[in-house]
Nanobody
């Protein structure tokens, strides 16, 4: 089992920044891919960013590319999402997820474990 706990969400004005954290426990954190997803009210959960087990490979949704940065610290069993230049359309519940097996890295179905989510609200 893998337990994931997100933190760092909150209310921020447009143009501001937030840093989300996701602490993992359970299995060997450094052996699996991590991802961030988000879900706005009335919308499906969507891919935001993903990072390989080593941190050497990252991939972003076009909507956040150049504004968000995913990183990980395997010594701390934590993955981060630095969000800069936030816009109202970034408002959503943000979830971190762990892919223990393999699959399409932007697909929610490929990730076996999920956190409870943290709310990010961007005011205009």
């Amino acid at each position: 089992q893998v337990q994931l706990v997100e933190s760092g969400g909150g209310l921020v004005q447009a143009g501001g920044s937030l840093r989300l954290s996701c602490a993992a426990s359970g299995r060997t954190f450094s052996s699996y891919r991590m991802g961030w997803f988000r879900q706005a009210p009335g919308k499906a959960r969507e891919f935001v960013a993903t990072i390989s087990w080593s941190g050497g490979y990252t991939y972003y949704a076009d909507s956040v590319k150049g504004r968000f940065t995913i990183s990980r610290d395997n010594a701390k069993n934590t993955v981060y999402l630095q969000m800069n230049n936030l816009a109202p359309e970034d408002t959503a519940v943000y979830y971190c997820a762990a892919m223990v097996g393999s699959g399409i890295i932007i697909s929610t179905a490929a990730y076996e474990y999920w956190g409870q989510g943290t709310q990010v609200t961007v005011s205009s």
